[in-house]
């Protein structure tokens, strides 16, 4: 699809986020747009009207607490409906609404909160205004803070509720919604802060109408997408990120989209069989988890395991020639009976409905990418950063798995002189708050973004991201290697659900590797290995034995120089949002690093 940025421009001229939200709104008055569960495991639900109407009676509230246009909300909320309300009620006061990880301590409360000048917090419980409290003394532009849920009234007396916010009649909201201009702040997407202090990303409500428009364009080639309005999504990963932002909050307001709040995400599969989305979004380790669970209870059944493989391996190469429209009627009628027999898998991790999935945030094996094509789950790769409001590179249609797609629509991307992935177009974000200098680093003069990521692109556009700058591993011999490389071949492995690849100035590379705590308990039982523990299983000699073939196996494809030669293999999961993950489940290589430093030394030694 051929678009240029300035034909995308001429379509998003004059559009906020208040201004396409009142869109929605009106064109959907009566349908459902939020949907929850209740503590008692009812579904609750609001339609636009009733999402409009809360908008408008949250900033109100907002206006009489003193808040003023320019001004930052700080939110500290989980995926749940409430969370839209306060963001959007923000947006149609002129405030930038801020959303913060819900992990944050009080000291990087303190920074984030100082550092966009926040003037009021709104929290989801005591525990997290408690963390506010400790540091509140050190806040001193912060007038104000409300707390969402408090049943037993623990909040100090000069902390608002919620309900408070409703006191106050509602605005109009036709009329609040010329406060906001595409060139304000929609909102700041802190960087996970893993080289020093995070960055605050500073994204324009141009920025997201323009991503918006670029992305509908994008997904509009799929069959399915020709209407976006009351597509199922579930809204479960936290809106500190872009990603969700984009998905689900943004996407939702301009599209129409049902959105199901899922607060915990470690909850995601027990949403998905209940919702069955149409859409779905999730990070590698999301879909690296239902595969583990498919692969798990197949593996009680050996026989039925093996028919599954057999289908999966028939179906690998077809998905690929109904996706570039070049299968025969026989192997169209061979597709359609082997998906059938998949409908049930499909079923029982309700994606049954899913019309289109997309993986982003992290590299994800292109085997397992072509698996799930294979059982009939159209999953594709998207590509980007938060300095490009989410995307640079997605294709709906026509992968190649191993690659992040094309240019979406309206943006310029190509490689720089050293293979670095840059772009140009609308979604590049207006700097970094408060720091000119770093602003300059990564947009350069001519206005191209550059992302840090080393990439190749082939013949007809597809790029393949080869590793950040950053992070290519050098070894002690010179040789530059790309650990996420690796590290996706690693968890090619079944018995593998982790892996950091070691190797920075030494000999050798070698790598942690984690059990997948369903896979392997489930592989050593169908072998009648005993064990109290997944500890247990690192240290087994038949489980060592296994994913030392697996090495051999998934190394194969590279050099000498380039292969994990040693592993160490670890039992205890690594979960998001600590000293070794993202929120995103992106590694955070200095963490393994001080984590496991005597695991490692004990590789070279």
Same mark, same amino acid.
């Given at each position: 699809?051929? #678009?240029?940025?300035?034909?995308?421009?001429?379509?998003?001229?004059?559009?906020?986020?208040?201004?396409?939200?009142?869109?929605?709104?009106?064109?959907?008055?009566?349908?459902?747009? *939020?949907?929850?569960?209740?503590?008692?495991?009812?579904?609750?639900?609001?339609?636009?009207?009733?999402?409009?109407? $809360?908008?408008?009676?949250?900033?109100?509230?907002?206006?009489?607490?003193?808040?003023?246009?320019?001004?930052?909300?700080?939110?500290? +909320?989980?995926?749940? &409906?409430?969370?839209?309300?306060?963001?959007?009620?923000?947006?149609?006061?002129?405030?930038?609404?801020?959303?913060?990880?819900?992990?944050?301590?009080?000291?990087?409360?303190?920074?984030?909160?100082?550092?966009?000048?926040?003037? +009021?917090? +709104?929290?989801?419980?005591?525990?997290?205004?408690?963390?506010?409290?400790?540091?509140?003394?050190?806040?001193?532009?912060?007038?104000?803070?409300?707390?969402?849920?408090?049943?037993?009234?623990? %909040?100090?007396? !000069?902390?608002?509720?919620?309900?408070?916010?409703?006191?106050?009649?509602?605005?109009?909201?036709?009329?609040?919604?010329?406060?906001?201009?595409?060139?304000?702040?929609?909102? +700041?997407?802190?960087?996970?802060?893993?080289?020093?202090?995070?960055?605050?990303?500073?994204?324009?409500?141009?920025?997201?109408?323009?991503?918006?428009?670029? =992305?509908?364009?994008?997904?509009?080639?799929?069959?399915?997408?020709?209407?976006?309005?009351?597509?199922?999504?579930?809204?479960?990963?936290?809106?500190?990120?872009?990603?969700? $932002?984009?998905?689900?909050?943004?996407?939702?307001?301009?599209?129409?989209?049902?959105?199901?709040?899922?607060?915990?995400?470690?909850?995601?599969?027990?949403?998905?069989?209940?919702?069955?989305?149409?859409?779905?979004?999730?990070? &590698?380790?999301?879909?690296?988890?239902?595969?583990?669970?498919? #692969?798990?209870?197949?593996?009680?059944?050996?026989? $039925?395991?093996?028919?599954?493989?057999?289908? #999966?391996?028939?179906?690998? &190469?077809?998905?690929?020639?109904?996706?570039?429209?070049?299968?025969?009627?026989?192997?169209? %009628?061979?597709?359609?009976? =082997?998906?059938?027999?998949?409908?049930?898998? $499909?079923? =029982?991790?309700?994606? !049954?409905?899913?019309?289109?999935?997309?993986?982003?945030?992290?590299?994800? /094996?292109?085997?397992? @990418?072509?698996?799930?094509?294979?059982?009939?789950?159209?999953?594709?790769?998207?590509?980007?950063?938060?300095?490009?409001?989410?995307?640079?590179?997605?294709? %709906?249609?026509?992968?190649?798995?191993?690659?992040?797609?094309?240019?979406?629509?309206?943006?310029?991307?190509? *490689?720089?002189?050293?293979?670095?992935?840059?772009?140009?177009?609308?979604?590049?974000?207006?700097?970094?708050?408060?720091?000119?200098?770093?602003?300059?680093?990564?947009?350069?003069?001519?206005?191209? @973004?550059?992302?840090?990521?080393?990439?190749?692109?082939?013949?007809?556009?597809?790029?393949?991201?080869?590793?950040?700058?950053?992070?290519?591993?050098?070894?002690?011999?010179?040789?530059?290697?790309?650990?996420?490389?690796?590290?996706?071949?690693?968890?090619?492995?079944?018995?593998?659900?982790?892996?950091? %690849?070691?190797? !920075?100035?030494?000999?050798?590379?070698?790598?942690?590797?984690?059990? !997948?705590?369903?896979?392997?308990?489930?592989?050593?039982?169908?072998?009648?290995?005993?064990?109290?523990?997944?500890?247990?299983?690192?240290?087994?000699?038949?489980?060592?034995?296994?994913?030392?073939?697996? *090495?051999?196996?998934?190394?194969?494809?590279?050099?000498?120089?380039?292969?994990?030669?040693?592993?160490?293999?670890?039992?205890?999961?690594?979960? /998001?949002?600590?000293?070794?993950?993202?929120?995103?489940?992106?590694?955070?290589?200095?963490?393994?690093?001080?984590?496991?430093?005597?695991?490692?030394?004990?590789?070279?030694?």
């Amino acid at each position: 699809m051929t #678009v240029t940025s300035a034909e995308i421009d001429r379509v998003v001229a004059g559009q906020t986020i208040p201004t396409e939200f009142l869109k929605t709104v009106s064109a959907l008055t009566d349908q459902v747009a *939020l949907r929850w569960r209740n503590d008692d495991e009812s579904w609750g639900s609001w339609t636009w009207r009733d999402y409009a109407d $809360r908008v408008a009676q949250v900033a109100a509230g907002y206006r009489a607490l003193g808040v003023q246009p320019g001004q930052r909300i700080v939110l500290m +909320l989980r995926n749940i &409906p409430e969370f839209h309300i306060a963001d959007l009620a923000a947006c149609f006061v002129g405030a930038t609404p801020v959303s913060i990880y819900n992990s944050s301590s009080p000291e990087q409360i303190q920074y984030l909160a100082n550092h966009c000048d926040a003037v +009021l917090a +709104l929290v989801e419980d005591i525990g997290f205004l408690e963390r506010f409290l400790k540091v509140r003394s050190e806040l001193p532009k912060l007038a104000n803070l409300v707390v969402l849920r408090d049943p037993d009234g623990l %909040a100090p007396g !000069d902390v608002y509720r919620w309900e408070s916010l409703f006191d106050h009649g509602s605005v109009d909201l036709d009329e609040a919604a010329k406060v906001a201009s595409p060139d304000d702040l929609a909102t +700041l997407i802190y960087t996970s802060g893993t080289t020093g202090p995070p960055k605050a990303v500073m994204i324009s409500h141009y920025n997201v109408s323009w991503t918006v428009e670029s =992305l509908r364009l994008s997904v509009s080639e799929h069959p399915a997408f020709s209407t976006f309005a009351g597509k199922k999504v579930v809204s479960y990963l936290p809106m500190a990120h872009i990603a969700e $932002r984009m998905v689900s909050h943004y996407q939702g307001c301009y599209l129409g989209y049902e959105v199901t709040t899922c607060p915990d995400p470690t909850g995601i599969a027990a949403y998905l069989r209940e919702v069955k989305p149409n859409f779905v979004f999730g990070v &590698p380790r999301v879909w690296e988890k239902i595969h583990a669970g498919v #692969v798990a209870a197949l593996a009680a059944d050996p026989e $039925r395991q093996q028919q599954f493989n057999d289908g #999966v391996a028939a179906a690998e &190469p077809l998905a690929e020639k109904i996706d570039w429209g070049t299968a025969t009627e026989e192997e169209k %009628a061979t597709w359609d009976f =082997l998906q059938a027999v998949f409908a049930q898998v $499909r079923s =029982l991790i309700g994606l !049954d409905e899913c019309e289109l999935a997309v993986t982003g945030a992290a590299p994800i /094996p292109a085997d397992l @990418l072509r698996w799930f094509r294979a059982i009939g789950v159209p999953l594709t790769e998207i590509y980007g950063m938060s300095e490009s409001t989410g995307p640079m590179t997605y294709r %709906a249609i026509k992968i190649k798995p191993g690659t992040v797609g094309i240019a979406i629509p309206g943006c310029e991307v190509k *490689l720089a002189d050293d293979g670095e992935i840059i772009c140009r177009g609308g979604n590049v974000f207006q700097g970094y708050l408060h720091d000119p200098e770093k602003t300059a680093e990564t947009i350069d003069e001519d206005g191209w @973004l550059h992302s840090g990521d080393i990439g190749e692109v082939d013949e007809d556009g597809y790029f393949k991201i080869v590793d950040r700058k950053k992070e290519l591993i050098i070894t002690a011999g010179g040789k530059n290697i790309s650990p996420a490389n690796l590290e996706a071949a690693l968890k090619l492995i079944p018995l593998v659900g982790q892996a950091c %690849a070691i190797g !920075d100035q030494r000999p050798f590379v070698a790598a942690l590797v984690v059990l !997948d705590p369903e896979v392997a308990p489930a592989w050593a039982t169908q072998r009648g290995i005993e064990f109290e523990t997944l500890q247990d299983l690192a240290e087994h000699p038949e489980v060592q034995a296994e994913i030392e073939r697996g *090495l051999e196996e998934v190394m194969a494809p590279f050099n000498n120089a380039e292969r994990v030669k040693k592993v160490k293999i670890l039992a205890d999961e690594w979960l /998001p949002d600590s000293d070794v993950l993202t929120p995103t489940s992106k590694l955070k290589r200095r963490g393994v690093h001080a984590r496991y430093a005597v695991e490692i030394e004990s590789l070279y030694t």
